[in-house]
């Protein structure tokens, strides 16, 4: 019996199709990685008893990277970023282990289908996938099919079933066109990003971003927010006059006039008409015009319209709404939400979704009279040829979804049923008044059919103040004519949805990537976000626009960016070559990167005004141990100390506190020690400044703390301090953290475990003895007198944190509260490190024993 292997994009789709597929009667096992599970059962494909295998990956099984030291920003110009630097395919999540898993699944199987997500990036990761199984597969015979592509838009019985009956091949063309973008978005990025990181972090200390980041579409995302942002400043509001008319007809209520000449700019004028029109008492009906008006229901709701949508009426970022629908997606409440498509097929099932949501509180009696009354023809839209619009696909209720996720789906389902509602119709009356020589108006509105408003009511039409009724010629009593002074005021700031609709104008990003975008500006510090989600850039977003208009506009200007993407697109359809287009745009970079390297002075002149020189920030912390003067802490991101004298600028880690260690010094190079923590509980460890930046042993590497230092005899050091091997991760070693004390622990130096022991104890030391079992240091302990858990009046005990029966109860596991995942601000977690001596001559290291047998035991006590 043949293995069919189906590979879906997430977990959770894996299991919905496999559901569907095997009518609910797989058997699941969780596969050896820990994040995806395996759904197994027997079935009919091609005709042909077989076994189904369905798992799935985490997204992208692989992302681009530069090989070796080209990841290292000190050794490499930035330039050779361009064309030297060789790249290469790793995996995008190593913790999960995805290539070696979908090997073993893979292996012994005759057949794959794949179920990624059916859009460019999906193509792309079908790719990923197969590199990684081919090689493992039993081999095909000579003319036959291994592989297949399912095609589907919602996760619902029908499409499913649908896809697997009309199985279709993978797009090479369209993964190309995705591999081209990521190469092009790696290499220019990065080689402008370290090159004006590197120059204006070393001379300004408040920019208060860690990266000055550069992207293909991220700067020209920025570009639009600060043009707006150029226009309010700019600005000149200049001064007008309006007439505002009263007239009544008998005893009815006032009515306001629009004069017809709007406004004048002269106020001299302006008075003259408002002299004209007060010469008479009486304003006449000169017409009365009636006309029905439709207020023309929506097109079918695609990618861009929901983000819009979603930043403008429900006030969810682009990223959070995307996230939400890609839940309601892999959940089966609605259709696939990356799409440019406007226009239902001509094969969807209207009614058949329609019905699903009969029964709703808030819209199944206007679904159910639609539905009698017959379902109106959508409006025409466009067919992009990728998914259909987003759609309901079952129905829901706020338990199920939660807050956010029911307010997206509410608005989706709404929206679905607006599409196949009737127009709004309403009557539009106009009357038009001559008071003197001057001509006035009135309009009124008039529902007559709310049409898809009754299920979008935030649209419908307002009730207004009805007009009295007239006719032509008849009169009313002018009651007031007046001169009101008014201004122009400035345009304010884009919102996202605004932002949103450029971006879709101009060609920047794709459905997909337009959120992240955004996202990526406001991380960076270059826009903040203020109340209605408007966009409004900060003083670094303003002078990096700023700086590239005066050096190469084009660097900012969407133009050049909508080219390349056009370029991508020909790919994706087979009608251009991906070599060709990427050398082609990497050229155009890289001489707009050395001219924008040889101008920089020019973006400087800007920075210099609006950012302080690094010496002149911060405050006074730590002694330098090449000049002895204090070094300045600067706290803005990214943190760093700065010794003016030297003019040199040391790294720190970052998203924690600096403090003084005790004013204790580095043996090595006299630098004063500062303390690292991340609160009371999280962890904490000291470092030297100057060995944080430049690893003082062959070992050791950027980023580390006296934590992981090799030093063989530092009080400071791995060597004096380690205590065991972590107990949960491979590499690291447990620290005894001597600042910690009355609540004494010991911290893993590689992952966030933090062991707390001995609370109370007077002091705690590490002996340079080490345990006969395990090979752990052992500590020494001083109790305190009145709750020391030793027998009699003893207060001091010598033994092994993991193995002494005295101590077990007293130690307690927990994981370090860190305010980011990667507190080293940005360096990826280190691999190797060694721990103390263990009984060995002072010098020597070595990598303690994980107590193998005792982990049942520490389980049961480290909770």
Not at 46 to 54: A, D, I, L, N, P
Not at 107 to 132: P, Q, R, S, T, Y
Not at 148 to 175: H, Q, V, W
Not at 514 to 534: A, D, K, L, M
Request: aromatic share 8%; with cysteine; glycine share 6%.
């Amino acid at each position: 019996m043949k293995t069919v292997l189906m590979v879906a994009e997430k977990p959770s789709l894996a299991q919905s199709i496999a559901k569907i597929l095997s009518k609910g009667s797989c058997s699941t096992r969780k596969g050896f990685n820990g994040a995806c599970s395996v759904h197994e059962y027997t079935g009919i494909f091609m005709g042909q008893s077989v076994r189904f295998k369905m798992t799935s990956v985490c997204g992208h099984v692989m992302s681009l990277d530069f090989t070796g030291k080209y990841n290292n920003w000190d050794k490499v110009d930035p330039a050779e970023l361009f064309s030297k630097a060789p790249t290469e395919k790793k995996e995008a999540n190593p913790k999960l282990n995805m290539v070696k898993f979908l090997q073993v699944e893979a292996k012994g199987c005759d057949i794959v289908v794949l179920w990624l997500d059916c859009d460019k990036e999906g193509e792309n990761i079908c790719f990923e996938v197969l590199d990684a199984i081919q090689p493992v597969m039993n081999k095909a015979y000579s003319g036959e099919r291994s592989v297949y592509r399912a095609k589907f838009s919602s996760i619902t019985d029908t499409d499913i079933c649908n896809a697997m009956n009309r199985l279709g091949e993978p797009n090479r063309n369209e993964a190309l066109s995705v591999d081209a973008r990521q190469e092009l978005d790696l290499r220019i990025g990065c080689a402008f990003t370290r090159f004006q990181t590197k120059y204006f972090q070393g001379k300004y200390g408040n920019l208060d971003s860690s990266l000055i980041s550069f992207g293909p579409c991220q700067t020209p995302t920025l570009g639009f927010c600060v043009e707006r942002h150029d226009k309010i400043q700019s600005f000149k509001p200049e001064t007008y006059w309006v007439i505002q008319a009263k007239v009544f007809k008998d005893k009815d209520s006032p009515v306001m006039l629009d004069w017809e000449r709007v406004r004048v700019f002269d106020r001299e004028v302006g008075q003259m008409f408002v002299n004209i029109a007060k010469a008479s008492r009486e304003a006449w009906v000169d017409s009365v015009n009636k006309k029905e008006k439709a207020k023309q229901r929506p097109l079918a709701l695609n990618t861009v319209e929901m983000l819009r949508v979603a930043s403008a009426a429900l006030g969810m970022g682009p990223q959070h709404a995307m996230q939400i629908a890609e839940r309601l997606y892999t959940q089966g409440y609605i259709s696939y939400p990356r799409t440019e498509t406007t226009h239902y097929p001509e094969n969807f099932d209207l009614k058949g979704t329609l019905r699903q949501q009969t029964n709703n509180p808030f819209w199944g009696d206007a679904v159910k009279t639609l539905l009698a009354e017959g379902v109106n023809r959508p409006r025409k839209g466009t067919d992009a040829g990728d998914h259909p619009p987003i759609t309901p696909m079952r129905a829901a209720s706020e338990s199920e979804l939660g807050s956010d996720g029911w307010r997206l789906y509410e608005y989706i389902t709404r929206h679905f049923i607006a599409t196949v509602s009737h127009d709004c119709k309403y009557l539009q009356t106009t009357i038009s008044f001559t008071i003197g020589s001057e001509a006035f108006s009135c309009t009124g509105k008039t529902l007559i059919s709310a049409g898809f408003t009754e299920v979008m009511p935030w649209l419908g039409i307002v009730d207004e103040e009805s007009l009295p009724t007239c006719e032509k010629g008849d009169s009313f009593t002018v009651e007031e004519v007046k001169l009101v002074e008014k201004q122009t005021g400035p345009p304010d700031y884009l919102t996202e949805s605004e932002l949103i609709t450029l971006m879709e104008k101009h060609g920047i990003g794709t459905d997909a990537s337009i959120p992240v975008h955004i996202n990526n500006i406001c991380q960076r510090n270059y826009v903040t976000v203020e109340s209605g989600r408007r966009l409004k850039p900060t003083n670094l977003g303003i002078v990096l626009v700023h700086g590239y208009y005066k050096i190469d506009a084009e660097l900012v200007l969407p133009t050049i960016r909508s080219a390349v993407e056009k370029q991508l697109n020909l790919i994706a359809q087979g009608k251009a070559n991906f070599q060709q287009v990427l050398q082609h745009t990497l050229d155009i970079f890289k001489r707009k990167f050395h001219y924008f390297v040889d101008s920089i002075a020019s973006m400087d002149e800007l920075m210099e005004v609006s950012f302080s020189p690094i010496a002149a920030t911060g405050k006074p912390l730590s002694r330098c141990g090449k000049c002895h003067r204090f070094m300045k802490y600067i706290q803005a991101k990214p943190s760093r100390l700065h010794c003016s004298h030297c003019d040199e600028t040391y790294s720190l880690p970052q998203n924690g506190a600096i403090k003084l260690y005790k004013e204790l010094r580095c043996p090595l190079d006299d630098f004063e020690l500062v303390l690292w923590t991340s609160g009371s509980r999280g962890k904490s460890y000291p470092l030297c400044p100057y060995c944080f930046s430049n690893p003082p042993f062959r070992d050791m590497k950027k980023g580390m703390g006296c934590n992981e230092c090799t030093h063989p005899s530092c009080q400071h050091s791995l060597s004096s301090l380690g205590i065991g091997q972590c107990v949960e991760c491979e590499n690291g070693v447990l620290v005894f953290d001597p600042t910690s004390g009355p609540k004494w622990k010991m911290a893993c130096n590689r992952c966030n475990v933090v062991v707390n022991f001995f609370e109370h104890a007077h002091r705690v030391q590490v002996s340079a003895d080490s345990c006969e079992a395990c090979e752990a240091s052992l500590v020494v302990v001083d109790f305190n007198k009145a709750r020391s858990p030793l027998p009699g009046d003893e207060t001091q005990h010598s033994g092994c944190v993991f193995c002494d029966p005295v101590f077990q109860d007293l130690v307690e596991l927990k994981h370090a509260t860190m305010r980011h995942p990667m507190h080293r601000g940005g360096q990826a977690r280190r691999q190797g490190g060694r721990g103390r001596a263990r009984g060995r001559r002072p010098g020597s290291r070595g990598n303690p024993k994980k107590p193998k047998d005792k982990m049942a035991a520490l389980a049961a006590y480290f909770v």
